[in-house]
C-alpha cells in the first residue's frame, strides 16, 4: 500500500466533536430501539435518537478515550463526546483507528478521569484514499478475527479456573460447621469511609482504590495527598484492615475486598474504600477475605448495588448486614492451608493464561499500530512482521 495520497490531519479538522448531553430518567426505557451510551457502552434505550447519522462515541468522563461505533441512531450522554463520521471516512476505518491512539493517557484530571475536548481535536490521524481504507480495514479485521477467537478460548479457560477455586472453597467448608454472621458483628469498631484527597507532590500518602488486587491490598498503589499526618491520622491503614470497593463500573467489582497482610509504613485510605477492622478472636483476617469474594457473599452484595450514573455502589449498611459462614478459628485456619494448596496449582495456570492475555493484547496494538502506518498487505507475512515488533 502506499503512502504517496495518505493525508496527516487534526481530529479537530476532520470530525465535529461534540458534547453528549444528560437524558431525563423519564425519557430512558430498556426496551427501547435507541442505545443511550456512556464512557463505557450501553446503559439502557430511548424513543428518540440524540444521533441519527453513523456516529464515533468517546469516552470523555470515567472510560477515557474509549472507542465507539453506532451507525443506526443513539443518545450519548454527557460523559462522553460523539462526533457524525464524514462521507470521505469509512466509519470502520475511522474507529480502529481512533483505539488505535493512546487517547486514555490524556486524562487531565487528579479525581473522575476526564479527557478535554480540546486535548482530543489535537490529535492527528492519517487519512488515505477511501478505498485503501476499506481495504485496511478488511486485512486488519481478518487478522483481528483470530485474536478474537483465541481471546475467547483465553476467557473460556479463565472461566473454568474460576469454577474451580470457587470448588476448592466450597469443599473446604462443606467439613465444617459453619454459622452465619453478619459482617457487623465481626469487627472490632465500626465500618468507615475513607476521605478524598486531591494529589500533592509531597503529601501524605492515600492508597488508590486500584491497591484492591485479588483479594488483597497492594500498599505500592498510592499518591501522595494534598493533606497533613495529623489529618490523616483516623484514616491510617493497619496490618489485619480489610478495604471494600465502595463503588464500580461493573456489578462484578463493587463490594470486592483486599486484606492489608503486611504491617503497612503510614498510609491511609481513601473515600472509594471503607474499612473492616475484624477482631481476631472471632474470625481470622485472611478467612475473611477468602470467603468474603466467595460466591455466596458476592450474591448479597449484587443483590444490594445501587447504580447512579452508570456506577454501582455499596453503603456500609449494605456491607453491614451481609452475612458471612464462620466456623471455629481452628476450621478457619485449616481452611486457609486447604484452599491455599488447592490453589497453588490453579495460581500457575492463571499466570500461564495472563501471559497469553498480555501477548494477545500486544500482537492488538501491534496490529493496529501496522494498519495506519501502511504496513499491511493482505499477505501471509503479516503477522510475521507484527510479532516481529512486539518481540523488538
Known amino acids: 500500500m502506499s503512502e504517496v495520497s495518505w493525508t496527516r490531519e487534526r481530529i479537530g479538522a476532520v470530525l465535529k ?5 444528560a437524558l431525563p430518567k423519564d425519557q430512558r426505557d430498556d426496551s427501547a430501539p435507541f442505545p443511550v451510551l456512556g464512557s463505557a457502552g450501553r446503559m439502557t434505550g430511548t424513543a428518540e435518537p440524540l444521533a441519527f447519522d453513523p456516529v464515533v462515541i468517546i469516552g470523555r468522563k470515567g472510560n477515557v ?8 441512531g443513539c443518545w450519548p450522554i454527557d460523559t462522553t463526546y460523539y462526533a457524525a463520521i464524514p462521507e470521505r471516512l469509512d466509519e470502520r476505518f475511522l474507529t480502529w483507528q481512533l483505539r488505535s491512539l493512546p487517547l486514555g493517557k490524556l486524562d487531565s484530571s487528579t479525581a473522575t478521569p476526564s479527557l478535554r475536548r480540546e486535548d482530543l481535536e489535537a490529535q492527528e490521524i492519517l487519512v488515505p484514499p477511501l478505498e485503501e481504507q476499506r481495504r485496511i480495514v478488511a486485512i486488519l479485521e481478518d487478522h483481528l478475527s483470530h485474536l478474537d477467537a483465541a481471546d475467547s478460548q483465553l476467557d473460556a479457560a479463565a472461566m473454568r479456573i474460576s469454577a474451580l477455586s470457587a470448588h476448592v472453597l466450597a469443599h473446604a467448608l462443606a467439613d465444617a460447621t459453619c454459622d452465619e454472621v ?3 458483628s465481626l469487627l472490632g469498631r465500626d465500618l468507615a469511609n475513607g476521605r478524598s484527597v486531591k494529589t500533592c507532590e509531597g503529601g501524605f500518602p492515600v ?7 485479588d483479594g488483597m491490598v497492594d500498599l505500592r498503589e498510592r499518591k501522595p495527598g494534598a493533606w497533613t499526618a495529623d489529618e490523616a491520622e483516623r484514616f491510617l491503614v493497619h496490618q489485619g484492615d480489610f478495604l471494600i470497593s465502595r463503588g464500580n463500573g461493573s456489578l462484578h467489582l463493587v463490594g470486592r475486598g483486599g486484606l492489608v497482610a503486611e504491617d503497612p509504613d503510614p498510609v491511609a485510605f481513601p473515600d472509594t474504600l471503607i474499612r473492616a477492622r475484624p477482631r481476631a478472636d472471632l474470625v481470622d483476617a485472611g478467612f475473611l477475605a477468602l470467603v468474603w469474594n466467595s460466591t455466596s457473599v458476592r450474591r448479597q452484595i449484587e443483590q444490594v448495588a445501587r447504580t447512579t450514573a452508570g456506577i454501582y455502589k455499596v453503603n456500609q449498611r449494605d456491607l453491614g448486614r451481609v452475612v458471612v459462614p464462620v466456623p471455629s478459628l481452628p476450621d478457619q485456619r485449616r481452611i486457609l492451608a486447604e484452599v491455599a494448596a488447592g490453589r497453588e496449582a490453579l495460581g500457575r ?3 500461564a493464561t495472563g501471559a497469553a492475555r498480555e501477548r494477545s493484547g500486544a500482537l492488538r496494538r501491534s496490529l493496529l499500530a501496522a494498519a495506519f502506518s501502511g504496513r499491511l498487505t493482505g499477505s501471509s507475512s503479516d503477522m510475521s512482521v507484527v510479532e516481529g515488533r512486539v518481540e523488538a
Do not use: W
Not at 466533536?17 to 448531553?21: A, N, S
Not at 478515550?65 to 443506526?72: F, H, I, M, S, W
Open 17 to 21: 466533536v461534540r458534547y453528549g448531553k
Open 65 to 72: 478515550g474509549q472507542v465507539q461505533l453506532e451507525t443506526a
Open 182 to 184: 453478619p459482617l457487623t
Open 207 to 213: 492508597l488508590r482504590l486500584s491497591a484492591l488486587t
Open 349 to 351: 495456570l492463571t499466570q
